[in-house]
């Protein structure tokens, strides 16, 4: 026990056998200190190593490794500084609820005390329910009953009081108990995400080049596959040509899904920039992995069907019924004697429905050309899907729901290869100007490298500080 604190009771009767709320409140006060003056000395050395990282004087190969290893070591010890001072306020705070929990059960105490010997000197026991304590009741004059009374009262308030002391006791103990425990284990070093940060930091080089090969490559086959397109219209086989774009295509959007995973995890362990997460979801939207406007596309070429084939069976029946001929040709078939005449007439009412019968909306896509996959952002299927509303369009033109519909597809491809070009020009853009770990020395403007690199923290949210 603290050499400060004041020394509680050892005899607890009648409200108990041991002190129900034990603890050192002083030793909780000088552990408290101790954490706070840890953080505080942390927060000092976290300061020396700003100093260091904001230096403009230093000069030298060694300045970026030194002052990114210090921006590095201090977001570790910026997060170490916060769980100390977490702790040093939880740790305070049941100090003073120790404090006031403890004098609560002493007063409690006290206050039995006195009531017990209250009882004790009205009717000679303790024991208020005894035989002889009843009978020494009985014969008490009011004045003294009353002060049996009330020392009966203070014994039960005194209880209650005990009680209550000691459930705020249990209530504030866990929960300052699990409040430290989140603290502590908040990513401490057996954390899933201090195992995946440590990993990553401990071999973030060879990620980094990974990654930057990935993204190469990723970008490579965009521009084959298009490429790819535009041979098709000029050597042999363009069917077999057209269908490896595609393939490259999802080839690269593979590659784009695992970049923009590993740059995210790394960007969340600190590790990494926000930027590289943003360019790799740009180069998903460049594949059309979302796919949200060739769905577009797709879902604009059904309906231009539908409103085709509704046209074409309006105007048919509109034909049918606005024809001269074809009533004559009916009447015919009614006037019609004998079984081979009436034949002849029937056989040219037949043929001559036909004749009216409005072209319906084509059932199969047609095969684009080289040119037209490359402006669908090099993709077989959509560019099908554009030319067939095209083509009903140009079939149905009068009918304002075929016209309606076929230019809705019209400008979802128009948005489609908007992306793709835009996509594809920003991804180049960024591999130009950007820094290269494969190439340190690669020209690079240093503002945008720097931007790129951007994260909330130096080091990871999760990692643990040393």
């Given at each position: 026990?603290?050499?400060?604190?004041?020394?509680?009771?050892?005899?607890?009767?009648?409200?108990?056998?041991?002190?129900?709320?034990?603890g050192?409140?002083?030793?909780?006060?000088?552990?408290?200190?101790?954490?706070q003056?840890?953080?505080?000395?942390i927060?000092?050395?976290?300061?020396?190593?700003?100093?260091?990282?904001?230096?403009?004087?230093?000069?030298?190969?060694?300045?970026?490794?030194?002052?990114?290893?210090?921006?590095?070591?201090?977001?570790?010890?910026?997060?170490?500084?916060?769980?100390?001072?977490?702790?040093?306020?939880?740790?305070?705070?049941?100090?003073?609820?120790?404090?006031?929990?403890?004098?609560?059960?002493?007063?409690?105490?006290?206050?039995?005390?006195?009531?017990?010997?209250?009882?004790?000197?009205?009717?000679?026991?303790?024991?208020?329910?005894?035989?002889?304590?009843?009978?020494?009741?009985?014969?008490?004059?009011?004045?003294?009953?009353e002060?049996?009374?009330?020392?009966?009262?203070?014994?039960?308030?005194?209880?209650r009081?005990?009680?209550?002391?000691?459930?705020?006791?249990?209530?504030?103990?866990?929960?300052?108990?699990?409040?430290?425990?989140?603290?502590?284990?908040?990513?401490l070093?057996d954390?899933?995400?201090?195992?995946?940060?440590?990993?990553?930091?401990?071999n973030?080089d060879?990620?980094?080049?990974?990654?930057?090969?990935?993204?190469?490559?990723?970008?490579?086959?965009?521009?084959?596959?298009?490429?790819?397109?535009?041979?098709?219209?000029?050597?042999?086989?363009?069917?077999?040509?057209?269908?490896?774009?595609p393939?490259?295509?999802?080839?690269?959007?593979?590659?784009?899904?695992?970049?923009?995973?590993?740059?995210?995890?790394?960007?969340a362990?600190?590790?990494?920039?926000?930027?590289?997460?943003?360019f790799?979801?740009?180069?998903?939207?460049?594949?059309?992995?979302?796919?949200?406007?060739?769905?577009?596309?797709?879902?604009?070429?059904?309906?231009?069907?539908?409103?085709?084939?509704?046209?074409?069976?309006?105007?048919?029946?509109?034909?049918?019924a606005?024809?001269?001929?074809?009533?004559?040709?009916?009447?015919?078939?009614?006037?019609?004697?004998?079984?081979?005449?009436?034949?002849?007439?029937?056989?040219?009412?037949k043929?001559?429905?036909?004749?009216?019968?409005?072209k319906?909306a084509?059932?199969?896509?047609?095969?684009?050309?080289?040119?037209?996959?490359?402006?669908?952002?090099?993709?077989?299927?959509?560019?099908?899907?554009?030319?067939?509303?095209?083509?009903?369009?140009?079939?149905?033109?009068s009918?304002?729901?075929?016209l309606?519909?076929?230019?809705?597809?019209?400008?979802?491809?128009?948005?489609?290869?908007?992306?793709?070009?835009?996509?594809?020009?920003?991804?180049?853009?960024?591999?130009?100007?950007?820094?290269?770990?494969?190439?340190?020395?690669?020209?690079?403007?240093?503002?945008?490298?720097?931007?790129?690199?951007?994260?909330?923290?130096?080091?990871?949210?999760y990692?643990y500080?040393?």
């Amino acid at each position: 026990m603290g050499t400060g604190t004041k020394r509680r009771p050892t005899d607890w009767q009648p409200l108990g056998d041991t002190d129900p709320t034990p603890g050192d409140v002083d030793g909780v006060t000088a552990g408290q200190k101790n954490m706070q003056a840890t953080a505080a000395e942390i927060r000092l050395q976290i300061k020396k190593l700003k100093t260091i990282s904001d230096d403009k004087t230093l000069k030298g190969k060694y300045v970026d490794e030194l002052q990114s290893g210090a921006d590095k070591f201090r977001g570790k010890l910026e997060k170490s500084a916060g769980r100390y001072e977490r702790v040093s306020a939880q740790l305070e705070k049941w100090a003073t609820d120790l404090k006031f929990i403890q004098t609560s059960t002493a007063d409690a105490l006290s206050s039995a005390k006195s009531a017990q010997a209250d009882i004790k000197k009205l009717v000679g026991s303790t024991d208020p329910d005894s035989e002889a304590a009843k009978k020494a009741e009985d014969e008490l004059d009011s004045h003294k009953k009353e002060q049996l009374h009330r020392a009966r009262s203070d014994l039960a308030a005194a209880q209650r009081k005990y009680q209550h002391a000691i459930e705020s006791y249990d209530t504030q103990s866990k929960n300052i108990a699990k409040k430290i425990r989140d603290i502590i284990d908040d990513a401490l070093e057996d954390g899933f995400w201090s195992w995946v940060s440590n990993i990553i930091e401990a071999n973030i080089d060879a990620i980094k080049i990974t990654l930057e090969v990935i993204g190469y490559v990723a970008t490579i086959a965009a521009i084959v596959a298009l490429a790819i397109t535009v041979l098709a219209a000029c050597i042999v086989m363009p069917e077999l040509l057209l269908a490896l774009a595609p393939m490259l295509l999802t080839f690269g959007t593979v590659a784009s899904v695992v970049s923009l995973g590993m740059h995210t995890l790394m960007a969340a362990t600190g590790n990494g920039g926000w930027g590289d997460v943003g360019f790799d979801i740009l180069g998903l939207l460049t594949f059309k992995a979302g796919g949200a406007v060739a769905r577009g596309v797709e879902e604009g070429a059904a309906a231009t069907q539908r409103a085709s084939t509704q046209a074409a069976r309006r105007a048919t029946a509109d034909a049918m019924a606005n024809s001269p001929k074809r009533e004559a040709l009916k009447l015919a078939v009614q006037q019609a004697k004998g079984k081979n005449a009436r034949r002849a007439a029937s056989k040219n009412l037949k043929a001559y429905n036909v004749k009216l019968k409005a072209k319906g909306a084509a059932q199969q896509l047609p095969k684009p050309t080289a040119r037209e996959v490359l402006n669908a952002g090099g993709d077989p299927k959509t560019a099908a899907q554009l030319k067939y509303a095209a083509r009903e369009e140009a079939k149905r033109g009068s009918d304002t729901a075929t016209l309606k519909a076929a230019r809705q597809t019209s400008r979802a491809g128009a948005q489609n290869l908007s992306l793709f070009v835009s996509g594809t020009a920003i991804d180049l853009g960024d591999k130009a100007v950007g820094s290269s770990d494969i190439s340190p020395s690669k020209p690079n403007i240093k503002p945008y490298s720097d931007a790129k690199d951007w994260n909330f923290y130096n080091s990871g949210l999760y990692d643990y500080a040393p």
